[in-house]
C-alpha cells in the first residue's frame, strides 16, 4: 500500500520493490489494470504525506512514523 511505501522511505529505503501485484494486475486487468493500481498506490502515498504534514518525498523520514 501507499503507506508502506511511506513507511519503507521513512525507514531509510531508496526505493520500494513491488512485484506480486503488478503481476497480478497484469494477468487480471491488463494495461488498466496496471495503471489503475499505479494510481491507487499514488494516492494512498499522497494521502498518508498530507496526514503526516510532508509535501515532498525528500521530508520523509523516521520523525514522520515515530511521534
Known amino acids: ?3 508502506d511505501v511511506f513507511k519503507a522511505l521513512a525507514l531509510g529505503a ?3 520493490i ?3 501485484p503488478f ?3 497484469i ?3 491488463k494495461d488498466e489494470g ?3 493500481y499505479v494510481q491507487q498506490l ?3 502515498l499522497e494521502n498518508t504525506m498530507m496526514m503526516t504534514g510532508v509535501s515532498s ?3 520523509i523520514s523516521k520523525k514522520n512514523i515515530y511521534k
Open 42 to 44: 499514488g494516492q494512498e
Open 18 to 20: 513491488i512485484a506480486r
Open 14 to 16: 531508496d526505493a520500494v
Open 57 to 59: 518525498l525528500r521530508e
Open 27 to 29: 494477468y487480471g486487468g
Open 1 to 3: 500500500s501507499g503507506l
Open 34 to 36: 496496471v495503471e489503475s
Open 23 to 25: 503481476v497480478n494486475m
